[in-house]
T-cell receptor
Framework: DSGVTQTPKHLITATGQRVTLRCSPR?????VYWYQQSLDQGLQFLIQ???????AKGNILERFSAQQFPDLHSELNLSSLELGDSALYFC?????????????FGPGTRLTVT | DQQVKQNSPSLSVQEGRISILNCDYT??????FLWYKKYPAEGPTFLIS?????DKNEDGRFTVFLNKSAKHLSLHIVPSQPGDSAVYFC?????????FGTGTSLTVIP
């Protein structure tokens, strides 16, 4: 158990809809990262938050947004969903914002868009 | 644009032998490299890392080698155990950006 929790585990929704994925980092970790893993693809870095502030952006679509709250949990909002958004979405946390620190991953949320 | 590539989707090795997982990268600005292991239905877990100023890092049965001139990274597992069967991802960082490979599925045959 990495100490990172993600809810829900599974989500099935229709095209055009909006969903929110939630992540609680390990106790004490200030950084939260979001990744997308599509079928046969590696993990695509989406975005990082550090202590409530956006720290880095990767391949995140404009239809997607995220935020980190004062209690350090984070939410990833996906809107105007398309079939291609079906994927595993992982959240990870680390103690610091530095990129040399190992990240602890949650179990992921599997999103299916029909 | 896949900046980190794992060209072998799968690898099978006999228990007790060496497993070698390879990773190539294109960005010479990467300054830190990491390996993660992933079991089904779980998130990746950190295994071992190496800074770009080093060429080798060892942790128990796991050793990572970095060849900067070839832009090549490898993970050696010796001896391989059935519990090592998992998908292995290599990752690299440049500034605040993170890049992961597509993974290699390792099967260790008892």
């Amino acid at each position: 158990d990495s100490g990172v929790t993600q809810t829900p585990k599974h989500l099935i929704t229709a095209t055009g809809q909006r969903v929110t994925l939630r992540c609680s980092p390990r106790s004490g970790d200030l950084s939260v990262y979001w990744y997308q893993q599509s079928l046969d693809q590696g993990l695509q870095f989406l975005i990082q938050y550090y202590n409530g502030e956006e720290r880095a952006k990767g391949n995140i679509l404009e239809r997607f947004s995220a935020q980190q709250f004062p209690d350090l949990h984070s939410e990833l909002n996906l809107s105007s969903l398309e079939l291609g958004d079906s994927a595993l979405y992982f959240c990870a946390s680390s103690a610091s914002g530095g990129h040399s620190y190992e990240q602890y991953f949650g179990p992921g949320t599997r999103l299916t868009v029909t | 644009d896949q900046q980190v590539k794992q060209n072998s989707p799968s690898l099978s090795v006999q228990e007790g032998r060496i497993s070698i997982l390879n990773c190539d990268y294109t960005n010479s600005m990467f300054d830190y490299f990491l390996w993660y292991k992933k079991y089904p239905a779980e998130g990746p877990t950190f295994l071992i890392s190496i800074s770009s100023i080093k060429d080798k890092n060892e942790d128990g049965r796991f050793t990572v080698f970095l060849n900067k001139s070839a832009k090549h990274l490898s993970l050696h597992i010796v001896p391989s155990q059935p519990g090592d069967s998992a998908v292995y991802f290599c990752a690299a960082t440049a500034g605040d950006q993170f890049y992961f490979g597509t993974g290699t599925s390792l099967t260790v045959i008892p």
